[in-house]
């Protein structure tokens, strides 16, 4: 063998455009065929620090057994050539029993058949790659020169495996870029929840070759209500394995995964790996991001990496889909804001329309009704015979439809009543009060509060009842000419007739109500005040009553009057008042 | 019957002729006016069993002219007469004796004056 010519071949194919894994066999065939080895087998050094059985000669019958076990570095003669980093060299008298792990019973049936072994560590500059293992049945010693050669063709091996290392680690690379540039091109675009959940499930699938993949987006702060999107089929087996997992994630706010070790064939979960990742934005989750892959059997390499991955691109999709949620809430508010103020401008133009309709009806009427009014004196006044009666029958009668015709058009333009609103009496109290803040007749006034606090509201007319409230504090103001306490309270009752009403009770210190003029009082224009008309109170009851309550008094003379304004509890429901 | 005083009080001077020629037909006897402040004048005057009182007249309109009225004499009966039907939802106009809605028919204004003056009596 000519060295020169072995290492020409050798460096030749290792610099060739084949694919590595075809690069590396030619490699070992071409040390068989000009070294005579029947076996030239390489293990190669895994990501979790174990040697995996990977490349071989052509010829090889060894491999078919080596590949089955994977062995740990430092264990067996493999184990420790990969550890030391120093090649190692027997012949069949000194050659250890153990090559690698210790299942290697069907090797030791072959042993006998090899005369020398040699193991070279496949090393870069500082990494080891993994090892390079030779045995041959033909020959009996190998010559330093020899072994200088093989130290020199195990570095060009290990420089292929480094090729092949970073080939596909840009590979893997390239294709995350990719992944992240459609991640951007859509997390840009204006596209709805829903789709863009969908794309960004679909772009992150394919990227990390998933099973399935589940993206969830729970936030109250947008107001989107829970969202989920799921890319792909979930076994219903391991769907409660998803949902503790996302649990996990966004409990723990980091990545968890799921590698399911049992073997238990019949357990679905473990040919399946699980990763959940949350999707956090300034230290808040809005969501998470579930993958999952078939759980891998025979490369090493990457097994953890699809975590990292994923993990990449939840924090990479954060603020885009941030703004996306941000974006759809305020699209949201501004329709809002858009009907509303197109219900406004409705409303407007039905209220001008029905302003200007109620006085053409008004202006009609009064015509109508002189029309029609004499019509009927003509009917009256005229001895007129069959015929001309019916005439003026006819003029009265279409005066009567007019008349209906514009009383619908009135009832159906004028304002609608005031609804009944539901109304917290001790609200509506306290706006009441704040406008005597400012008044000077009130600086002598002491007013306390004793609110039941846990008041049902009461449908009312809220102008009203203020209204009500108004008369009978300043009636109780006015009492004290000057100075005193009003003690206003409010609790809840249930009467005989089983309803429940709210109470409020206005009592003052101003000597209380001649007794001779309590039976007056509720009545219109009966007032013991110099300036008063005398209709507050008539008007305070009539409003009470029309609400289906009442007003009592509890009169105690020389020292002050208690007017208790009962309110019955209603509700409303779409629109209309239960009691 | 001709001792029964009734005054009507409209804008209008055709409605007022109508209301006049048809309550003097029933046997009362009727004074007319034309807005509130003429109203209140001749109410202070004379002591009518019933004042029919429009709503919508220029100057003092009638529920204010009722109101004034009301004050010094709140025993003097007015009826509301208007073509307006919502003022009956105004707590303002509830001091009067009764609401009528301006008809061409108007029996429904006579009966009502028909019920106060027997109620009275």
């Known amino acids: 063998m000519n060295p020169v010519e072995f290492l020409g071949n050798i460096i030749e194919v290792s610099h060739s455009n084949l694919e590595i894994p075809a690069r590396i066999n030619a490699i070992l065939n071409i040390i068989s065929h000009k070294m005579d080895f029947n076996e030239v087998i390489v293990f190669t050094s895994d990501k979790d620090k174990r040697l995996t059985c990977k490349y071989k000669n052509q010829k090889s019958i060894l491999f078919n057994i080596l590949n089955k076990y994977r062995c740990h570095i430092g264990e067996g003669v493999i184990g420790s050539v990969a550890q030391k980093r120093m090649p190692q060299y027997f012949n069949d008298k000194d050659v250890p029993l153990r090559f690698g792990c210790l299942f290697y019973s069907e090797v030791d049936n072959q042993m006998a058949k090899y005369k020398i072994f040699a193991f070279i560590p496949l090393l870069d500059d500082s990494y080891m790659y993994g090892v390079l293992v030779l045995c041959s049945r033909n020959r009996h010693v190998l010559t330093d020169a020899e072994k200088i050669l093989l130290s020199i063709v195990s570095r060009e091996i290990g420089g292929v495996l480094r090729t092949n290392d970073l080939l596909l680690s840009s590979k893997k690379r390239i294709s995350e870029l990719a992944t992240l540039s459609e991640l951007g091109k859509v997390l840009t675009s204006n596209l709805e929840l829903q789709v863009l959940l969908k794309d960004i499930a679909i772009i992150i699938a394919r990227a990390l070759n998933a099973l399935f993949i589940t993206i969830k987006i729970d936030n109250t702060l947008f107001a989107v209500g829970p969202r989920k999107y799921t890319y792909g089929d979930v076994y219903p087996q391991i769907e409660h394995y998803v949902n503790d997992l996302e649990q996990k994630a966004v409990e723990g706010k980091k990545t968890v995964s799921l590698v399911n070790h049992l073997h238990d064939e019949n357990d679905i979960s473990i040919k399946h790996t699980l990763h959940s990742t949350p999707i956090i934005s300034k230290n808040k989750v809005l969501g998470t991001i579930t993958i999952c892959e078939r759980t891998p059997q025979r490369d090493y390499m990457f097994e953890q990496n699809e975590g990292y991955l994923i993990n990449n691109f939840a924090s990479y999709i954060t603020n885009g889909l941030e703004n996306t949620l941000l974006n759809i809430k305020l699209k949201d508010v501004v329709r809002e804001l858009n009907s509303a103020q197109k219900r406004i401008i409705e409303q407007e133009k039905f209220k001008c329309l029905g302003e200007m309709t109620a006085n053409i009806a008004h202006e009609i009427r009064n015509p109508l009704v002189v029309i029609g009014g004499f019509a009927k004196r003509l009917a009256k006044k005229l001895n007129m015979d069959q015929i001309e009666s019916k005439y003026v029958d006819i003029i009265t009668n279409e005066v009567s439809r007019l008349e209906s015709i514009l009383s619908d058009v009135l009832n159906y333009v004028k304002d609608a009543p005031v609804p009944f609103e539901s109304c917290y009496i001790n609200d509506c109290i306290d706006e009441v009060l704040y406008l005597f803040t400012t008044d000077t007749a009130w600086n002598n006034t002491q007013i306390l509060k004793d609110y039941d606090n846990n008041l049902p509201p009461v449908v009312c007319d809220i102008q009203q009842i203020k209204q009500v409230l108004i008369n009978i504090i300043i009636n109780a103001n006015e009492a004290m000419d000057g100075g005193g306490t009003i003690t206003i309270k409010t609790e809840t009752t249930e009467e005989a007739n089983g309803r429940q009403y709210v109470i409020v009770s206005i009592a003052d210190s101003g000597g209380g109500i001649d007794p001779f003029d309590i039976n007056n009082i509720f009545n219109p224009f009966f007032t013991t005040k110099e300036r008063g008309v005398g209709l507050g109170l008539a008007i305070s009851n009539k409003i009470i009553l029309n609400h289906g309550g009442k007003i009592e008094l509890e009169n105690v003379v020389g020292k002050g009057a208690k007017f208790f304004i009962y309110l019955p509890v209603k509700t409303i429901k779409n629109g209309e008042v239960f009691i | ?121």
């Open chain 2, 1 to 121: 019957m001709n001792d029964v005083k009734i005054l009507v009080v409209d804008d209008e001077e055709n409605i007022r002729f109508l209301f006049k020629e048809e309550l003097e037909e029933e046997g009362y006897s009727v004074e007319i006016a034309a807005n509130g402040h003429e109203a209140i004048k001749k109410a202070k005057m004379t002591k009518y069993d019933v004042i029919v009182m429009d709503i919508k007249m220029p100057g003092m309109d009638g529920i204010q002219a009722l109101n004034e009225i009301k004050n010094f004499n709140k025993e003097q009966m007015v009826i509301l007469c208007s073509a307006y039907g919502e003022f009956k939802q105004d707590f303002t106009s509830w001091i009067s004796d009764a609401y009528v809605v301006k008809s061409a028919d108007t029996s429904e204004l006579k009966q009502t004056i028909k019920n106060m003056l027997s109620a009275r009596y």
